[in-house]
């Protein structure tokens, strides 16, 4: 290692460190990636060997250890008493990525086989490796792709059982969580707008042409298209910054960036 520059050696030392990984492997996989850090991680966690490395009967103790008394099920209480353990808080949003992992069907709920099943295919069967994987989730949420999948699954995971739409005040605080990765700087904007003019739950079309707005229109709106194919309530988002002065020829007011 020590023929690398500093920045190579830094990428190495970051690999181990978070993987648990021997030097050679780390060395291997950045070089796979052509030392592209998360695409080393995605080399190194997709690797056959490292899912199986995962000892099953740890998992199954593990499960016992956070299972409801009265039903096969991970609930609420389970939950909280897995982020004590791996000292996180509930509302993290690193508790999200762990829930798009499992392929959790609903919010504070893991079946069996979506707990075991998701710490399977991270390579996890302690409670160590879990702490130990938690900044490789964490920068998963600076990936774009990866991005645009947990913020799709979001959407069903938080939803009630049984409702098409999310509820509006669980459909904000999502979107809080998840802009506050991305920094969109109209995210407060969105929120008060909706619970002003709105004040309906979301449907899902509505969840996911917001990404798309987020993404492609910038903050100041200089290139909005006002005769685009945007859904109705975006449109109307569009009216209430111009009208409130939070948007104005083409930049964000003053005011607006003290909000």
Known sequence: MN????GRRDKVQQFMTITGASEKVALQALKASDWNLEGAFDIFYSQSQVKSSADTRRLEELYNRYK???SDMILADGISLLCNDIQVDPQDIVML???WHMKAATMCEFSKQEFIGGLQSLGIDSLEKLREKLPFMRSEMRDEHKFREIYNFAFSWAKEKGQKSLALD????????LFAEKQWPLVDHWCQFLQARHNKAISRDTWAQLLEFARSVDPALSNYDAEGAWPYLIDEFVEYLTENGVVQKGQISDWSQKC
């Open 3 to 6: 023929k690398l520059g500093i």
């Open 68 to 70: 409801d008394p009265y």
């Open 97 to 99: 990525v762990l829930s």
């Open 170 to 177: 669980t459909a904000i605080g999502m979107w809080q969580l």
